[in-house]
């Protein structure tokens, strides 16, 4: 058979290309680096925070340290949160926290002061009163502006000394406990990063179980009570679920959503790169009369679906080296890729994958080696190859819709319409399972369609191919299909 | 059977309401070699493209060995065309294997007799660079060999010597002649009469889609060509065409080929020749096509 020559041929020119080794190699590298990436980043990403305390109430500090608590040490492990005591508690420094404490207390007084005047100058009627009162605003706005300012030196003092000691020692922070901690409840951490919010919501909750424990056990002095009172003010964990029609999953929708753009993206690419192999190929052929001799040995028809089919081939060993390296990694628990990803690729969406890149291959490389026979130039073939790149990416931009409404006529519609069908149902598919009526449906269509396609294709690049020259108008091709 | 391996009974091809090819006909026995003479753009390609059943024509018939073009008929045919075109990625044993194969050879058959050809064309060495890598000439070489190596029983080589330097013009003269002695069928095209008149047994000429001649090689010198006078010479010819009973002189500067009225007259002629030019050598020799063809073409403009 002529035809399993070309196939060969064709098969071959691609496979020992050195880009086709560069892609098919590369592709699972970076589709790993998308994958991997995010866990890898938040494992790498974290480093050890050595966090010093200065403790002058006291009470806080021994117990954060020497912590006997085992789910308390795991969770410090994972988020590598090391305590570690400072003697560097003196008489002065707490004197000037302890100043600080309280100008901040005092301020807030006064704001709390001065909202409430107000208040009242407003309910008051009489003008003598609002001046007496407005006159009282103005005296505590001056306070205020002070103490503000009081507080604002302190603050860059304390910032000047704590930077100095953040970035001599190696330290990631320092956190400041103050001496009536029981009553101000609160912390001061100075830190140069100080928006790890994991870190900071950590420390927090740990000081306040702490601080309220201590408390229960000053004022109760009875262990038995003080452990119940410790379990019944555990941590409640925020947990999200995203519901939707069709089919609900935990939390995963949106990487789901990811993985079908993701896989959408490689089957339309894969489908574009090899339909426009299939048309430079032809063009390539048409301008070195390669073609002549060609027809001279064997018949455009032969030569038409020896070339799909032989490029095609090519495609398919390529996705299924991508599909086996996958398959060996993504089954390689070890390597803690996220659930969502890993659970995404089913058997059957792998199968789906490869059905619908077959269908979605035929059809648009008949196109394409259509656009090849019909053209003399790779320019020419541009400008008549665009048309088809928006027809493939009509669907891409209906999948947005996809996601969202899976079910709604439209995209029910569009999904069916044999064009869009490879890229759309697909994407249907890895969102929501539509039913198997309508998956079969879409493949027989488009198959279908696929056959006419190749029927016709077959018809006009045998005209196509051997015309040399001009470029041929709509009514020319038309009447190219009415040769016998 | 038919004796002819090829007949076309008056094809026509029209472009664009133009008449490229124009109620063409011949018949060729088999074992023959013809060639299809005439100026570019006067349908030699046109005509070989129908043949070929590359194009359709719009009326008219052809036959090879008397059937009707179709798949069979591809195997024992021989195609080399006028633009020449290989696998720039492939190298040349794989070329020989794509097309052999094209052609239903066997493998092993096509690696024996493309190596003898490979030897033969001096590309032996070459063998597993690819095609790019090759010069013009190598490439056109191994187009030729590609042509070949299935050894059709019908040649159809469209401008086999063009692109060729003078070493490779003999050379595929001689693998011609050799095809000839096998019995191989031969019809090639030419716009170089100097090369076709060695080696074709009969000749068609065509201009403008027409035939404009046709015949066996030695009949249409008979017919349409006079002896010619031909002389070397140094001194200033150009008296020569101004006198009594020279019918066409064509100066080459220090060659020159005159036409006489008759034959006899040549003494006569000689003689006035004598004293103004200093002649080298002198000959009487049979037309060449290039004349009898530029001849034959001026005749049809005239009419």
Known sequence: MKIWVIIKKEYKQIVKKKSFVIATILTPVLMGGFFFLPTLLTKVGRETKNIAIVDYSGMISEKLINNKDRDVQLEEKKLKIEFKNVSDVNNNQNKIINHFIGLEISINNIKKEIHEISEIYKKTKDKNDKRLILDRIKKKKLLLNEKTKELGNIDSLLMQEYRDKVIKKDISGFLIIPEKIAEVRKVYYFSLNISDFTTNKYISSRVAKILSSTILMEKIKDPEIVKIVDEATRNVVFSTFAVKEGKDSESSSSSAYMMSVFMLTILFSVIMAYGQLIMRGVIEEKNNRIVEVLISSTNTQTLFYGKIIGIGLAGLTQVLIWIAIGAVFLGKASLGIDKSITGFFTPLIVFYFLVFFIIGYFMYSVLFSIVGASVNTDQEAQQFAAPLTYLMFIPLIIGFMVTQNPNTPIVVYASLFPLFTPTLMFMRISVTMPSLFQIILSIVLSIASTMFLAWLGAKIFRTGILMYGKKPSIKEIIKWLKYK | ?303
């Open chain 2, 1 to 303: 059977m038919d004796e002819n391996a090829l007949s076309l009974e008056n094809l026509v091809k029209e472009f664009d309401g133009k008449k490229a090819v124009n109620k063409f006909s011949l018949k060729l026995k088999k074992g023959e070699i013809l060639g299809l003479l005439g100026p570019n753009g006067a349908g030699k390609t046109t005509t070989i493209r129908m043949i070929m059943n590359i194009m359709v024509p719009d009326s008219g018939k052809v036959q090879i060995f008397g059937k009707p073009f179709s798949e069979k008929t591809k195997d024992i045919l021989g195609y080399l065309p006028e633009e020449r075109g290989l696998y720039r990625k492939l190298t040349i044993i794989e070329t020989l294997e794509f097309f052999g194969k094209l052609k239903g050879m066997k493998k092993s058959v096509i690696d024996s007799r493309g190596m003898k050809l490979l030897k033969k064309f001096d590309l032996a060495d070459h063998k597993d660079k690819k095609i790019e890598e090759l010069s013009k000439g190598m490439a056109q070489k191994l187009q030729f060999i590609t042509t070949i190596i299935h050894e059709p029983d019908l040649l159809i080589l469209d401008e086999p010597f063009s692109g060729l330097d003078p070493i490779n013009i003999e050379l595929v003269k001689d693998i011609i002649l050799e095809k000839k002695k096998e019995g191989v069928t031969i019809i090639f095209s030419t716009h170089l009469m100097d090369y076709a008149e060695k080696i074709v047994d009969s000749v068609i000429m065509i201009n403008n889609g027409i035939k404009v001649l046709e015949g066996r090689l030695d009949e249409v010198r008979a017919k349409f060509g006079n002896k010619i006078l031909h002389l070397n010479y140094s001194g200033d010819a150009d008296f020569v065409a101004d006198l009594e009973n020279v019918k066409k002189v064509r100066d080459y500067g220090n060659e020159m080929e005159i036409e006489l009225i008759d034959m006899k007259y040549k003494d006569k002629i000689l003689k006035q020749l004598i004293g103004k030019l200093s002649v080298n050598s002198l000959s009487i020799t049979e037309p060449s096509l290039n004349s009898i063809f530029i001849g034959k073409v001026k005749d049809n403009e005239v009419k």
